[in-house]
């Protein structure tokens, strides 16, 4: 069974600093992807940036950079200069399979419990 | 805007009652999954489907069903209706199935049960 385990309840960051949202996983599949979401207060689920288990290159996307560290099974995402609109709740995924295995087209994102992220002026 | 639309916004309904959650996909996407949101469950997988048919199974309650019509929209039923049902019901789609394929999440039905 996949798990996604995100150890920071709650930051605080000034604005225009970097912040590191940490996110451990578990997992025996060989093969995986590793997903970011943005959760504002609002409610909608705003897909940041994805890392494959295979690619060669942490991902980017903007401001956001995955620091994927295979080894440590470990899927940091990192936002440069942030702003007060990054303000909300982020959470970690993992694409794992559904309950069939490996029918075609079967798979789950599993969630972290999520962090906090507040920006202060 | 994911392109993902999710209706109603908002559903209050009495225990015991039962609702329907209708979801339409991005244009061109084929799978369509489920996901509740509860303070103390977190988000949760609930059941994905692909082209009309049913692909991957999460926790979902007996008392909760789903279906994936040929014009790929889809609908969850939440039948007997319990106060812990309350939560925000997400709908997310993807072009596919494996590979990586981002899901998109509609903006969510948030479900009180009263």
Redesign the interface.
Known sequence: AQKITQTQPGMFVQEKEAVTLDCTYDTSDPSYGLFWYKQPSSGEMIFLIYQGSYDQQNATEGRYSLNFQKARKSANLVISASQLGDSAMYFCAMRGRGSRGSIQGAQKLVFGQGTRLTINP | D?GVTQTPKHLITATGQRVTLRCSPRSGD??V?W?QQSLDQ????LI?Y??GEE????NILERFSAQQFPDLHSELNLSSLELGDSA?Y?C?SSV???G?Y???????T?LTVT
């Open positions: 994911s084929l799978s999954y996901y977190g988000l949760q997988f994905q692909y082209n692909r991957a199974k999460g925000l997400f997310a596919g199935g494996l990586p981002e899901q998109y999440f509609g903006p969510g948030r």
